[in-house]
């Protein structure tokens, strides 16, 4: 069964050995301009660009913007979930600044969610705030990413418009939360509760 799946992934990339040599340069560095694939790979300029835009379409090739875990000061989050409705889960950290992902997987755990934040207090205060209060939620389990590997880009929400209330639809301010009014929780980026550093200050 996996044979057969990589097989199907294989047919539908077409990806030849020009194409794999091109997304080996990128992935060693993104930023290489395409000249100097050209000039590395002894082909024309317009030949890998028009590869580049094929790849793209695909979707064997995109860009990440964001920081990178490795180099910045920030904690990530990886929250295992058993939830009797995942999409409904889901949809309440669509626009959370924390959130970066989330992961329907088969399994005991039916959903994997990641979070970041400057503190490992706000990532536990969002489990227990939003998900193991949550009734459609029976388990949640925290892991804490010490390190990774190699550089990893996390896209960050940096840009949103100031509310009251936290996107997240929790149902009030973060000054009537018990977490945020004991200093276990930096408080939401979107509202002028927030006392971080990372996002702007949500002082108006």
Same mark, same amino acid.
């Given at each position: 069964?996996?044979?057969?799946? +990589?097989? $199907?992934? %294989?047919?539908? /990339?077409? *990806?030849?050995?020009?194409?794999?040599? @091109?997304?080996? #340069?990128?992935?060693?560095?993104?930023?290489?301009?395409?000249?100097?694939?050209?000039?590395?790979?002894?082909?024309?300029?317009?030949?890998?660009?028009?590869?580049?835009?094929?790849?793209?379409?695909?979707?064997?090739?995109?860009?990440?913007?964001?920081?990178?875990?490795?180099?910045?000061?920030?904690?990530?989050?990886?929250?295992?979930?058993?939830?009797?409705?995942?999409?409904?889960?889901?949809?309440?950290?669509?626009?959370?600044?924390?959130?970066?992902?989330?992961? +329907?997987? $088969?399994? %005991?755990?039916? /959903?994997? *969610?990641?979070?970041?934040?400057?503190? @490992?207090?706000? #990532?536990?205060?969002?489990?227990?705030?939003?998900?193991?209060?949550?009734?459609?939620?029976?388990?949640?389990?925290?892991?804490?990413?010490?390190?990774?590997?190699?550089?990893?880009?996390?896209?960050?929400?940096?840009?949103?418009?100031?509310?009251?209330?936290?996107?997240?639809?929790?149902?009030?301010?973060?000054?009537?939360?018990?977490?945020?009014?004991?200093?276990?929780?930096?408080?939401?980026?979107?509202?002028?509760?927030?006392?971080?550093?990372?996002?702007?200050?949500?002082?108006?």
């Amino acid at each position: 069964m996996i044979q057969e799946i +990589i097989k $199907s992934m %294989r047919d539908f /990339l077409d *990806l030849d050995k020009r194409d794999q040599e @091109i997304l080996s #340069l990128l992935e060693k560095d993104p930023e290489m301009s395409q000249n100097d694939i050209a000039l590395k790979l002894r082909i024309s300029q317009p030949s890998v660009s028009a590869r580049i835009h094929k790849l793209k379409q695909k979707g064997a090739l995109s860009h990440v913007v964001g920081m990178n875990l490795k180099k910045v000061g920030l904690y990530m989050a990886k929250v295992d979930v058993i939830a009797n409705n995942t999409s409904s889960v889901l949809e309440i950290f669509q626009d959370c600044p924390y959130f970066l992902n989330g992961l +329907i997987v $088969s399994g %005991r755990h039916n /959903l994997c *969610l990641f979070f970041v934040g400057e503190d @490992i207090a706000t #990532l536990e205060a969002i489990v227990d705030g939003h998900l193991r209060s949550n009734p459609l939620v029976t388990s949640a389990e925290v892991s804490i990413v010490i390190t990774p590997m190699r550089d990893l880009i996390l896209p960050l929400k940096m840009n949103f418009d100031f509310s009251d209330t936290p996107p997240c639809g929790i149902g009030h301010n973060c000054k009537e939360c018990h977490h945020h009014t004991s200093n276990r929780c930096l408080g939401c980026p979107v509202t002028n509760s927030y006392n971080g550093n990372v996002w702007r200050s949500g002082k108006k």
